[in-house]
C-alpha cells in the first residue's frame, strides 16, 4: 500500500507542475494579446491625430487661399492653445 501511495503521490506532484507551466503558459499569452491590443490601439489613435491634423492643415491653406490671414492666425492660435500635449499643433 506504501507502494501505490508512494506512486500516487508521485504522479500528483508531476501534475502540480504541469498545471502550473500551463498557468505560466497561458498567462503569458494573455499578456502578449494584451500588449498587441495596447499598440493596436495606440497606433489606431495616433493615426486618427494625423488624420485630424491633415484635414486641419487643409482648412488653413483654404482659409489662405481665401485671404482670410487674420483669421487662420487667430484658428490656428485657438487650435494650438486647445492641443497642448499635440507636438504638432
Given amino acids: 500500500m506504501t507502494e501505490l501511495s508512494q506512486e500516487i503521490l508521485s504522479e500528483l506532484e508531476i501534475i502540480k507542475w504541469l498545471l502550473a507551466i ?41 482659409m489662405l487661399a481665401k485671404g482670410d490671414a487674420e483669421e487662420v492666425k487667430v484658428s490656428a492660435t485657438e487650435w ?10
Fill in 22 to 62: 500551463i498557468v505560466a503558459i497561458g498567462l503569458y499569452f494573455t499578456l502578449m494579446v494584451f500588449v498587441a491590443v495596447n499598440k493596436l490601439a495606440s497606433n489606431n489613435t495616433s493615426f486618427g491625430k494625423k488624420l485630424k491634423q491633415t484635414k486641419r492643415e487643409t482648412e488653413l491653406e483654404e
Fill in 80 to 89: 494650438i492653445a486647445s492641443h497642448p500635449e499635440e507636438p504638432l499643433a
